[in-house]
């Protein structure tokens, strides 16, 4: 670059008038020459750090060697970039840390790249800084390259940064979306090819857990140096208050709508359940006071082990990250309103009025997030029949139509699971009209004629049935009159309502 040559200077030879009109002319061309200067410094500079390499070099992160031309002024520090000649877009991006001006032997630390591939024709020049390179105010909006969908098969999930972050600094942070559903304890991420790592979640406690991840989550992950954490993850803990607690809140049903999770029989004392899927998920919750442990499955359980000849009582415990582990005992749980808890090996006690479980280890009870789900008879080989327990501990029977004649018996399989606590009664709808009701009504009053009188009629239960005997002929009371009337059995119909009342 040339640099324009500055006016003549003035001298005090000249006259005054001269002098000070050729003074204000060589000052005001000063400027003009500090410009120049500096574009020529820079341009000095450039051709120092400037050069070109025919090095064969696969772009990636990490350090390099390539050799350059001798005699240049890279020095340890300077952050330079090598684009790809014949297609620059393809780069990386890092810190020099040596250089021989004899040999042109240049070594870089390279921390960011773009593009990929291997090319032997490079142009390496010096960059301001690495900081931000390759961001746009679109590429910000839009976190082009702060925000990346996942791939691989999961729960093994890969991503590829498009400006790679380097390799793993404590701190680092992406958005992630999940382009699938991952199994919670086995979810792992591998970033550029750097190694998988697991994805953790902090629980409602603070303690690092594994992190429930879904189709399509959207999660603003970091490196804190050991692996990945999810920083807004899944809820997996309720503490808001369940109606209806320590029991299976949900799972699959047949056509009744009664759970359908556990097989009628097994051919082995193992007994694996069926029809649980990431759609039809099981859910169950474990009261601990104020608060609600809540756990699922997406993929069928197994209970292995089980007793010979004995009823086994299934359950599932719940880890604070709602990872569900299977059980079993011959010990029926014990479910009491309050009072001394049993030590005794394997034997669960659940309290109402302290609202938790808890399992004896010989010496002291314990509490445990602990849910049991149904009942497995075995012979000396097989699995002979099972037992569901009701979903939220309540149970809505078969309509029974006609009424039982007077003297018939009639129950139905409740499968609530325990006595204690539960109430019970039954319901009847009209299906013709008849003592002044019209078809639809219902009454919840179960009652047997007796001459003039109407009494209700008792129902009896077990852990899991109820029932009622028909010990005369039933009996209401007319819907407008109050009068009692025999009521045609083929107009009525009836089934029991069993609920927890706790």
Known sequence: ???????????????????????????????????????????????????????????????????????????????????????????????????????????????????????????????????????????????????????????????????????????????VKFHAAGTTGSNTLNRDGLGALSIKQYDYKGTKVPAVVTLNQLADIEYDGTEFVILDPLPNLVTADISVRQTVSYGPVDSNGYPSFLPATSASLSLTSQN?????????????????????????????????????????????????TTGSTTLAPVYQFGGTRSVTNGQATFNVSEMYLSVGNGSSAVQTYRVYVGEAVTNATTVTSTVAYAYQAKYTGQWINPLPAAGTAFQASSNIGFTYGVDCNTEQECVVADGGFSVGDSICITAQANATYIFPTFIRRSNNTVGATAAAAWGLGNKTTGVAFNPVLTSWKCRFIVKRSW
């Open 1 to 175: 670059m040339a640099i324009t040559p500055l006016p003549t200077p003035p001298n005090r030879s000249m006259a005054a008038e001269l002098f000070a009109t050729t003074a204000d002319t060589f000052l005001s061309a000063l400027p003009q020459l500090a410009s120049e200067i500096d574009l020529a410094s820079i341009a000095m500079n450039n051709n120092s750090t400037n050069s070109t390499s025919t090095t064969s070099i696969l772009i990636a992160t990490g350090s390099i060697s390539l050799t350059v031309q001798t005699a240049k002024g890279y020095v340890v520090g300077q952050t330079v970039k090598i684009a790809s000649t014949a297609s620059p877009t393809n780069w990386m991006l890092g810190d020099v840390t040596a250089y021989t001006s004899g040999t042109g032997a240049l070594v870089v630390s390279v921390n960011v790249i773009q593009g990929s591939g291997t090319f032997a024709a490079w142009t390496v020049s010096l960059a301001v800084s690495n900081a931000g390179v390759g961001f746009t105010l679109s590429d910000l909006q839009k976190q082009a390259k702060t925000g990346f969908t996942s791939a691989g098969t999961a729960p093994a999930f890969t991503v590829s940064t498009a400006a790679s972050y380097g390799a793993h600094v404590a701190g680092q942070r992406m958005r």
């Open 276 to 324: 649980i899927t990431g759609t039809i998920p099981l859910i169950v919750n474990s009261a601990n006071a104020l608060t609600t442990l809540i756990g699922s499955a997406t993929s069928n359980l197994t209970w292995s082990g089980l007793t010979a000849n004995t009823t086994n009582y299934l359950y599932v415990n719940i880890s604070t990250d709602g990872v569900l």
